[in-house]
């Protein structure tokens, strides 16, 4: 086995235990959806390197009690499947950044979250996705630090600090 992908499974188990641990089942759930999306549209350590950040939002859940905070961390690694995916082409981008949110409404109707209120996170999502996408499809393709490219990294924060911004409708 390739070194680099043992690598990025191990980070993947990794990812999964800090997620299940200190998030629960449905942080794990969204976690999972990004991590099956990213072996299609990246595997490997830059994938992991784009998507750890979302862990913070983990971390300030945790420190704030604020379970709010699960939108931005799902919309994060919804772009991070954009950004990876566009490597491989714009339905791939998609596809991945769709399951992710997917995963993520399925979480949130398994918790009965009223109508209104998947409305305005639907439509948020659906807004930073397409930004997402728009954004990597016309983005520079330069490898920056430890191979994640400088575009995909902004486009990630950037669509993390929308979602955030997004809790306040």
Request: hydrophobic share 65%; net charge positive.
């Amino acid at each position: 086995m390739n070194p680099s992908r043992a690598a990025f499974i191990v980070g993947e188990v990794v990812f999964l235990a800090v997620a299940q641990a200190f998030g629960g089942p449905a942080w794990t759930v969204v976690a999972m959806a990004a991590l099956i999306a990213l072996s299609f549209a990246g595997p490997g350590l830059p994938s992991l390197a784009l998507a750890a950040p979302s862990l913070g939002w983990l971390a300030a859940s945790l420190a704030t009690g604020n379970r709010e905070l699960f939108f931005p961390y799902a919309m994060t690694l919804a772009a991070v499947g954009v950004c990876r995916g566009g490597d491989r082409g714009a339905m791939l981008a998609l596809a991945a950044g769709a399951g992710v949110a997917a995963a993520f409404f399925a979480v949130r109707i398994r918790q009965q979250a009223t109508a209104q209120v998947l409305a305005v996170e639907g439509a948020v999502a659906a807004a930073i996705l397409a930004g997402a996408w728009l954004c990597r499809a016309r983005a520079p393709r330069q490898p920056a630090i430890s191979g994640v490219c400088a575009a995909d990294a902004a486009i990630v924060a950037a669509a993390a600090l929308a979602a955030y911004a997004g809790l306040a409708l």
